[in-house]
């Protein structure tokens, strides 16, 4: 279960269906991730096909990333068996 999701847009998506805080292009990807992301209980669980799970290291250590499109990750922690910090970046 995601506990909290720190980028607005992404907020908005999840929690009311609203696309206008991301990429247009991006909202299709991004809602089966959440809706993944909103079922797992452990980071390997995201470990899918096409999703490039990931641990990250330096400033973002102790997160995991999957790939949404081009340079656009999705990074996240697991708690307790949830998803917490759930953000959207533009990886580089």
């Known amino acids: 279960m995601i506990l ?8 908005d998506l999840f929690y009311e269906d609203q696309t206008k805080g991301v990429k ?4 299709k ?3 089966q991730i959440l809706s993944l992301l909103n079922t797992a ?5 995201m470990n899918l ?18 790939s949404v499109s ?3 990750r999705v ?3 697991f708690e307790d068996g949830h ?5 959207l970046i533009d990886y580089h």
């Open 75 to 77: 990074v996240f922690r």
């Open 29 to 31: 990807r991004l809602r």
């Open 41 to 45: 209980a452990v980071a390997d669980d």
């Open 4 to 11: 909290n999701i720190q980028h607005k847009g992404l907020s």
């Open 49 to 66: 096909p096409g999703l490039k799970l990931h641990r990250l290291t330096g400033d973002l250590f102790g997160f995991y990333a999957v």
């Open 83 to 87: 998803a917490t910090h759930v953000d």
């Open 70 to 72: 081009g340079n656009w």
């Open 24 to 27: 247009q292009s991006l909202v």
